[in-house]
């Protein structure tokens, strides 16, 4: 059975920079939100999980690390979530490696997507994750 244009799903009409651009949208939108609220002053909500268990997760210190590194203090957002801050730049080649193919342009290299990449990022995350929590000093740089 043939689907009419009419019938067709939304993904398949949207131009192919759609994806990008709706990436980016609300990348700024969160930029934009971390520039301007302070969560020093508690402007913004706190984690869920640690206001659960007491134990900071990958993410802890994120709102903190953006606010910190677009008010032009790069050390200080290494200080609140340096996981976030090695993975910033990746994330950023990354999606512009995907816009470029999307429109046309030059061929960038790419983050393989091997089963091996997912497995090493999720192994890092984990061990970050479990570190930033064991009762370690020398571990406490890692805690937001």
Do not use: K
């Not at 999606?95 to 960038?108: C, E, K, Q, S």
């Not at 990449?117 to 890092?124: P, S």
């Amino acid at each position: 059975m043939a689907t009419t244009t009419a019938e067709a799903p939304l993904v398949a009409r949207l131009p192919p920079w759609a994806g990008p651009a709706a990436v980016a949208a609300g990348a700024l939108g969160m930029c934009a939100t971390a520039a301007v609220l302070n969560p020093y002053r508690g402007q913004t909500p706190p984690c869920p999980f640690h206001e659960l268990t007491g134990l900071w997760c990958p993410v802890c210190g994120s709102s903190r690390a953006l606010h910190s590194l677009f008010h032009g203090d790069p050390g200080a957002a290494f200080g609140r979530n340096p996981l976030l801050m090695v993975l910033l730049p990746l994330l950023v080649w990354a999606w512009f490696a995907w816009t470029l193919d999307t429109l046309g342009g030059p061929r960038l290299w790419r983050i393989p997507t091997r089963r091996w990449v997912l497995i090493a990022f999720v192994v890092t995350t984990a061990a970050f994750w479990v570190a930033r929590n064991l009762p370690v000093h020398a571990l406490r740089v890692l805690g937001p």
